[in-house]
């Protein structure tokens, strides 16, 4: 079975304090990877696919790298409006099934 | 995220009743995914429709839930009598093909009194 582990849980920055959020994943057959972000009452916003090991993806203050074990979301500089907490999912196997993590809470404190 | 639309947005059933959720997937998307989030606790696949079949429902409950995305119409998630432990969000999504990025509605809070 398909398992998808985000670390940490919870994450204290300062604003523009820089940091890195972690989601390793064991899957058979990695088809691509996503990240949302989630702000609470809301649906997930999607952020960003990376489909294969080297693969990097950037928006604004936000940058996805893909290993063939993990993935990284580099947060530079962050303002608190970025506070929210951040998904990371894997497509895998002969159909659409999509696979979430449990996903880390970001706090950013001005 | 405002592409896919679910109605309602919050719900209030007692136990026993049924509770029917509606998903319009995006403009040109054929393919739905339900998912359903407890409190702290993360997205849990339960069912991929395309119109008129069920590709996978392999995360949804044997009993009491069923889903349907018919030719015409939104994709419906029902639950017949409802019980304490189906109070949760139920989030709706869609994509146009397989391997595509898929995209989420706002959600649809289940409350059961």
């Known amino acids: 079975e398909d398992q998808v582990t985000q670390s940490p849980e919870a994450l204290r920055l300062q604003e523009g304090e820089s940091s890195s959020l972690n989601c390793s994943y064991t899957?058979?057959?990695?088809?691509?990877l996503f990240w949302y972000r989630q702000d609470p009452g809301k649906g997930p916003e999607f952020l960003f696919t990376?489909?294969?090991a080297g693969e990097e993806k950037e928006k604004e203050r936000l940058k996805a790298t893909l290993t063939k074990k993990e993935s990284f979301l580099h947060i530079t500089a962050p303002k608190p409006e970025d506070s929210a907490t951040y998904l990371c999912a894997v497509l895998s196997g002969g159909y659409q099934k999509v696979t979430f993590g449990t996903g880390t809470k970001l706090q950013v404190i001005p | 995220n405002a592409g896919v639309m679910q109605n309602p947005r919050h719900l209030v059933r007692r136990r026993g009743q049924e509770a029917r959720l509606r998903c319009s997937p995006m403009k040109g998307h054929s393919h739905v995914y339900w998912y359903r989030q407890l409190p702290e606790e993360g997205l849990k696949f339960m069912v991929y429709l395309q119109k008129e079949n069920i590709i996978d429902e392999s995360g949804m409950p044997k009993e009491r839930f069923s889903a349907e995305f018919p030719k015409e119409g939104p994709s419906i998630l029902r639950i017949q009598q409802v019980v304490r432990g189906d109070s949760a969000a139920y989030f709706c999504?869609?994509?146009?093909?397989?391997?595509?990025?898929?995209?989420f509605g706002e959600g649809s809070w289940l409350t059961v009194v």
């Open positions: 999504a869609s994509s146009p093909r397989m391997e595509n990025t898929i995209y």
């Open positions: 899957v058979s057959g990695l088809r691509g």
């Open positions: 990376l489909y294969s």
